[in-house]
């Protein structure tokens, strides 16, 4: 053939730069399941059934246009188990000019890519991922020129360029962020929307058979297994979405409630990450349901934000840090990661929830990742290593380029800053204001030391009473090291006491 076309697992955009010259008359698409990527973490299991099946759909798409598309299952005999073992395998079936591809999700494999043009016998042309709002080389420059990188400057330029919620030069409504109006309780009364939810296709349930069967012990259950697989589908949670949920979803987005783990989330970080559906189709169903009057400012900047803005900015980051930035250690965090994340066994309802909606959907929303799970990683001074690992394999939408900035820099401050201004410390107050877990609790969140005290209230003095040297210097914790230089030295030893008492008994058995 002409051109062998790799495309990989979360590349599934009929637009995407490697198919875009595609001709079907001489060309081959080149899909493949490999056991590297199934195993570089052990991903749950909804997360290999829904890339997989995904994968398989979107070749019988490209099949029906009249397209050879060479895809390799897992268990096909002959499968070399790495995409480097079956890009070489394919380039001596095909014999290409040349190998084409487009820069992949995560450096890890862009260094593979790197190395095939050294060993293959074609061309191999690397063309760059344009589902993205800004290119890689673009982020650099914005970030070249700046002392701090924050999110919020980053985004007015993007808003910029993109024209979303613009009134000519100035941002839609005066304001470019309504933040301050998306922080409200949920009420106890308030209906949830029922989510669309898909029942799993005979070539999902094929691939529930094999994952379960090759991968037995991994984490999480596909007995509610209900991601879309086809991007027509993914449109259908799309418009769900924005017909059910959007206009509530600015008010309530930092919400959290036992028993509710979707709210009045967009549920798409999945299909947009794997190419289902693209950042700007969605930018531009939610601004069209604003400009329908359908949906209130807050909601549709808040979510326009989350995409154009943070979802844009991690991956800057990202790609301008490698492979340097998963290393640092900046609050020296050497803990090992509690069993509790594996079982969801403890007394502590929140993370008891959280890790029990993670388990079941492979899901959880922001705030549940952030200030639930994230903060008592945080507090508990684990390892970022592992912590990384297990965001990394735990969500279905997880890959290490928006992985691993929210985890390294925004929730464990591990890069000292560079990502965010501060870490997102915080006491049982912020749960209990933010969800109903607090009510069904044994701890008490209103004590703050002793057995029956919510231990969120003594680790989070216990962390700004350790961390000092690192960070009683930042502008944005004056206040609470203000608050701290008061306390009486009884006060200090007790929640030191309770949390060493607290955090040397936490189980903490599993290997990685
Ligand atoms: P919505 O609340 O409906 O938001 C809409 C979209 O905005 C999301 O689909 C997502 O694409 C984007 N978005 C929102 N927040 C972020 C963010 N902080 N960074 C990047 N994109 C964002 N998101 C992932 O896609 N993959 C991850 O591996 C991932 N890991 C995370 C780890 C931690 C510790 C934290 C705090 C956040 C992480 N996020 C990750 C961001 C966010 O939690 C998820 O994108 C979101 O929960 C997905 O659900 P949703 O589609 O219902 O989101
Ligand atoms: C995540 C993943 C998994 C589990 N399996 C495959 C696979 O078998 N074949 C493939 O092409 N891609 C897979 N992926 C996605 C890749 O790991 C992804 O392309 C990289 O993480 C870069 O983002
Ligand atoms: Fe979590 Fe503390 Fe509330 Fe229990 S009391 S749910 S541990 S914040």
Redo the contacts with the bound molecule.
């Keep these: 053939c002409k051109a062998l076309r790799l495309i990989l697992g979360d590349q599934l955009t009929r637009g995407i730069a490697s198919l875009k010259d595609l001709d079907p008359a001489t060309d081959v698409v080149l899909m493949a399941e490999v056991m590297e990527e199934a195993s570089y973490v052990g991903h749950h299991k909804q997360k290999l059934v829904f890339l997989f099946s995904a994968m398989r759909n979107f070749a019988a798409e490209l099949r029906a246009e009249g397209v050879e598309v060479d895809y390799v299952e897992l268990d096909q005999r002959g499968n070399m188990g790495s995409l480097g073992g079956e890009v070489a395998r394919a380039v001596k079936r095909h014999a290409p000019d040349r190998l084409v591809l487009t820069e992949p999700g995560e450096w890890r494999v862009e260094e593979m890519f790197h190395d095939w043009r050294e060993e293959l016998d074609c061309d191999v042309i690397i063309r760059q991922d344009d589902r993205f709002v800004c290119s890689r080389a673009e982020f650099e420059v914005w970030a070249r020129g700046r002392r701090a990188w924050r999110m919020e400057f980053f985004y007015r330029e993007m808003r910029r360029k993109t024209g979303l919620l613009m009134d000519g030069e100035k941002p839609e409504g005066g304001q470019w962020n309504y933040d301050v109006e998306n922080r409200k309780r949920l009420p106890k009364d308030l209906e949830l929307p029922e989510r669309l939810r898909f029942q799993p296709d005979a070539e999902t349930r094929k691939v529930m058979e094999l994952v379960e069967r090759r991968f037995p012990s991994n984490f999480g259950t596909l007995e509610t297994f209900g991601w879309a697989v086809t991007r027509k589908d993914a449109l259908k949670a799309l418009n769900e979405f924005v017909a059910s949920s959007l206009g509530t979803y600015g008010d309530y987005q930092d919400a959290m409630k036992q028993g509710g783990p979707f709210l009045f989330h967009g549920l798409i970080s999945p299909y947009l990450n794997a190419g289902l559906l693209t950042a700007r189709e969605v930018c531009d169903a939610a601004v069209g349901a604003y400009e329908a009057g359908a949906a209130p400012l807050n909601a549709v900047e808040g979510f326009v934000r989350q995409i154009i803005g943070w979802r844009e900015y991690v991956r800057g980051v990202y790609w301008l840090t490698m492979p340097d930035y998963r290393e640092t250690n900046h609050l020296s965090a050497d803990r090992k990661l509690p069993d509790l994340y594996w079982t969801a066994q403890t007394?502590?309802?929140?993370?008891a929830q959280s890790v029990g909606d993670t388990r079941d959907h492979a899901y959880a929303h922001h705030i549940q990742r952030l200030m639930?799970l994230g903060n008592f990683a945080l507090l508990a001074g684990v390892r970022p290593r592992e912590v990384q690992d297990w965001y990394l394999l735990v969500y279905v939408d997880a890959y290490e380029w928006v992985e691993l900035p929210n985890v390294h820099g925004m929730v464990l401050f591990a890069d000292g800053g560079r990502l965010g201004s501060k870490p997102y410390a915080a006491s049982?107050a912020y749960?209990?204001r933010m969800?109903d877990?607090?009510g069904?609790?044994?701890?008490?969140?209103k004590a703050k030391t002793g057995a029956n005290a919510?231990?969120?209230?003594y680790l989070y003095w216990d962390f700004l009473i350790r961390n000092e040297k690192a960070l009683a210097k930042n502008q944005r914790l004056a206040m609470p090291y203000r608050n701290l230089a008061r306390f009486k030295p009884e006060r200090v030893k007790e929640i030191r006491r309770d949390a060493k008492q607290f955090l040397d008994g936490l189980p903490a058995t599993y290997e990685g």
């Design positions: 007394d502590m309802n929140c993370l639930v049982g749960i209990d969800s877990y607090c069904h609790c044994r701890y008490d969140v919510c231990p969120f209230n």
